[in-house]
């Protein structure tokens, strides 16, 4: 089993309480290896994705931004300020949002084992608090490498740039860039209060991590096997949202610590990004598919 981030993450926790059962409820007949830091590909987490659909890996956690390289109607989850707030993203991961995600990923040779979380995606930077779209304005900040965050950027009227992640602190520190997005752990994981000074509570982008297995190996095993991966899996996921939510709340008191300034923009500035986000839901509609868009949307 594969994961992308490091040992210490809750990722790699929720991996290891799954292999740990599944062992357990197997007498230790199968055992589960999880690979932290994408060590299985070389720190590549498209390339991890692409060695669990041919089968060079059984299991992994991947987020959805990973999965839309190669099935883009899986970027749908990422659309900007899809959910307000954990609670709406619950809703809809718990039922047929979820469900209907589940479907795309048989169809792509994935055995669905559920949803862990990274958590929503906020944004840093150097140069001013970030409250309303024109704070953004040519602000040079770094994404993840996947079009629809380039276009939504572009569109709020940042400078977008990618560029490998463990790049971005030395690039932050010597003024590169102004700025970057992402979930609360990542940040602090990261140490990027030692190089940002503003960061914006904003929740833009849910990040869900697929909990996913190679199908052809899921369907070779027996029945009875199934169901304890499935439960494992289902234990795993609870198991790492749970810590996740725990610790990102750990982590913002530390952060406010260190000097990081935290902004939180209203519902009406919220609204105001939300209405300069909308030619990328016109524009990814047909990508995504309109049917399932709706299911996230109404």
């Not at 089993?1 to 409820?25: D, I, L, P, Q």
């Not at 559920?114 to 958590?119: K, V």
């Not at 190996?217 to 029945?223: N, T």
Request: aromatic fraction near 10%; proline fraction near 4%.
């Amino acid at each position: 089993m594969s994961v992308t981030v490091s040992e210490s993450s809750t990722w790699y926790k929720g991996a290891m309480h799954f292999a740990k059962e599944v062992e357990e409820k197997t007498n230790g007949r199968i055992k589960t290896k999880v690979y932290a830091n994408e060590q299985l590909s070389a720190g590549d987490s498209a390339k991890g994705v692409e060695m669990l659909l041919k089968g060079s890996t059984d299991l992994s956690y991947h987020s959805p931004i990973i999965y839309s390289v190669f099935e883009k109607r899986l970027g749908v989850i990422s659309a900007p300020f899809l959910f307000k707030n954990l609670e709406e993203a619950d809703k809809k991961m718990k039922g047929e949002g979820g469900e209907a995600l589940k479907k795309i990923l048989l169809e792509n040779g994935i055995e669905p084992l559920g949803f862990g979380e990274s958590g929503f995606r906020q944004v840093t930077n150097n140069v001013r608090p970030i409250k309303n779209p024109e704070d953004i304005e040519n602000l040079k900040i770094r994404i993840p490498g996947i079009k629809m965050f380039s276009d939504l950027w572009r569109e709020l009227g940042a400078d977008p740039t990618t560029m490998a992640f463990s790049e971005v602190f030395t690039a932050l520190q010597q003024g590169t860039i102004d700025g970057q997005e992402n979930p609360i752990d990542v940040i602090k994981s990261s140490k990027l209060e030692e190089v940002q000074k503003y960061i914006s509570m904003w929740n833009y982008s849910y990040d869900p991590l697929i909990f996913g297995m190679n199908k052809e190996k899921f369907d070779s095993m027996h029945p009875d096997d199934q169901k304890i991966i499935k439960k494992a899996a289902e234990n795993a996921n609870k198991y790492q949202i749970k810590l996740a939510r725990e610790q990102e709340q750990r982590q913002i008191e530390e952060l406010k610590a260190a000097g990081m300034e935290f902004v939180y923009p209203t519902d009406a500035e919220i609204e105001l990004f939300r209405k300069a986000s909308e030619k990328i839901y016109e524009e990814y509609e047909s990508i995504w598919g309109s049917d399932l868009l709706e299911t996230f949307r109404k």
